[in-house]
T-cell receptor, first 111, second 113 residues
Framework: DAGITQSPRHKVTETGTPVTLRCHQT?????MYWYRQDPGHGLRLIHY???????DKGEVSDGYSVSRSKTEDFLLTLESATSSQTSVYFC??????????FGSGTRLTVV | GENVEQHPSTLSVQEGDSAVIKCTYS??????FPWYKQELGKRPQLIID?????GEKKDQRIAVTLNKTAKHFSLHITETQPEDSAVYFC????????????FGTGTRLTIIP
């Protein structure tokens, strides 16, 4: 389905616990991104990657870390989840400036 | 960094009428402007895009216009249909490389039958 999958699709976790979200692509695209979507804020960039082991911060990176050890996988980790991190998380991939392809999203609830 | 503003945040139009959504950007070096449509509970999907060397682009009932001097671009949907109801996002790629898009805050379009 569009060459990009996210897992899990839904997750409920407790405050203070670590959480890892996975993005997997089969397109061999160089660029991968993690966005969060919240009402009134649109899509905000958390972290992105421009190659294996090459990552950089986006506008809302506090409390998040990422890793990319293989071209196809981009992991987003919340080291100690907080209620403010309740959101829908989208992964996206791109080859160049031809536009992004988004994953189906992960709905994360921190209680 | 780039800043993209999008208006209006909500828009309701009668079926068959036209809808226009407007965005402004801050970085004059931005050169790629896509539009995404997100239906309820679904992922955002690219519907049309325009590059800075083009002033207008059309795809059936959808068109995008770009005014580089004023740093704004607009999405035009003609002959609206119920399936056009969705949230629409504009975006721009700023200078600096590594291809990261900055998104507007979205417009919820409702088509009234």
């Amino acid at each position: 389905d569009a060459g990009i999958t996210q897992s899990p699709r839904h997750k409920v976790t407790e405050t203070g616990t670590p959480v890892t979200l996975r993005c997997h692509q089969t397109e061999n695209h160089r660029y991968m991104y993690w966005y969060r979507q919240d009402p009134g804020h649109g899509l905000r960039l958390i972290h992105y990657s421009y190659g294996v082991k090459d990552t950089d911060k986006g506008e809302v990176s506090d409390g998040y870390s990422v890793s990319r050890s293989k071209t196809e996988d981009f992991l987003l980790t919340l080291e100690s989840a907080t209620s403010s991190q309740t959101s829908v998380y989208f992964c996206a991939i791109s080859l160049d400036t031809a536009g992004y392809t988004f994953g189906s999203g992960t709905r994360l609830t921190v209680v | 960094g780039e800043n993209v503003e999008q208006h209006p945040s909500t828009l309701s139009v009668q079926e068959g009428d036209s809808a226009v959504i407007k965005c402004t950007y801050s970085d004059s070096a931005s050169n790629y402007f896509p539009w995404y449509k997100q239906e309820l509970g679904k992922r955002p999907q690219l519907i049309i895009d325009i590059r800075s060397n083009v002033g207008e682009k059309k795809d059936q009932r959808i068109a995008v216009t770009l005014n580089k001097t004023a740093k704004h671009f607009s999405l035009h949907i003609t002959e609206t249909q119920p399936e056009d109801s969705a949230v629409y996002f504009c975006a721009a790629i700023p200078s600096g490389g590594n291809e990261k898009l900055t998104f507007g805050t979205g417009t919820r379009l409702t088509i009234i039958p």
